[in-house]
């Protein structure tokens, strides 16, 4: 009859009920990531880590040589007599975006270094404490790790064990919403495109041209990020 309730059912809906309930308080909680100390990570495992912050170091510098020598290329084939205007400006496009990733990558090398003088840092801690460790007469012996680091971490003026990487990464952000809107791609694409036509105007294209030219833009442009970079 329509209304009457099916009592096998009712059981066995509360019997799951009551299974998912005690499933879900059985649970045991997520567990926080737990806090290193340094005394607690070994010497060879900071190294490790140093060495391997090197290694991406090195092929960050190698791309940015490839980045260097490709930006040569294409501005070589834009002072070439046949380029057109066309292709001159597509080129220029791809000299430009060449500097955005250059520009990204040496944003990546400036964090790596800071990691790498952290960890020289800790690894200067560390050897220090194992040479320590062994005169238990000694006050500096009897210090707590954790103390000295939060008391080094204060107290460092000069930035040795500072990481600003926020701090300079909302610069760049605030730096590059107020410099870099539309039109001022377009410009940029425009000075790589005039230097090309000097290149060519100049004669018999040689690869000393192509430096001189190549570094002029370079100096205008970090003039023009200085002046922006005074303005903030």
Excluded: C, H
Excluded at 66 to 74: A, C, D, F, P
Excluded at 131 to 152: A, E, G, H, K, P
Aim: glycine share 4%; no cysteine.
């Amino acid at each position: 009859m329509a209304g009457v309730k099916n009592p096998i059912f009712e059981f066995g809906k509360n019997m799951l009920r009551d299974w998912l309930n005690s499933t879900a308080k059985s649970q045991p909680p997520p567990a926080e990531t737990a806090q290193l100390k340094l005394e607690d990570i070994p010497l060879d495992t900071l190294k490790m880590e140093k060495i391997q912050l090197e290694q991406q170091e090195k092929k960050t510098l190698a791309r940015l040589r490839e980045i260097e020598l490709r930006k040569r290329q294409l501005f070589g084939e834009g002072v070439q007599g046949q380029t057109s205007d066309r292709e001159q400006m597509v080129l220029a496009r791809k000299i430009r975006d060449l500097d955005g990733e250059a520009a990204g990558l040496d944003q990546v090398l400036q964090a790596l270094s800071k990691q790498m003088r952290v960890l020289n840092g800790l690894i200067q801690i560390k050897e220090r404490s194992l040479i320590l460790s062994t005169s238990s007469q000694t006050i500096l012996s009897r210090l707590n790790m954790d103390d000295v680091l939060r008391y080094v971490d204060l107290s460092s003026a000069d930035g040795e064990f500072q990481m600003t990487k926020f701090d300079d990464l909302l610069r760049a952000m605030t730096m590059n919403a107020s410099i870099a809107p539309e039109y001022r791609e377009d410009k940029d694409v425009l000075d790589i495109m005039q230097a090309m036509q000097r290149a060519r105007e100049a004669g018999e294209v040689t690869e000393e041209q192509i430096d001189v030219e190549l570094r002029a833009l370079n100096e205008k442009k970090k003039k023009e990020e200085s002046e922006n970079s005074e303005e903030f």
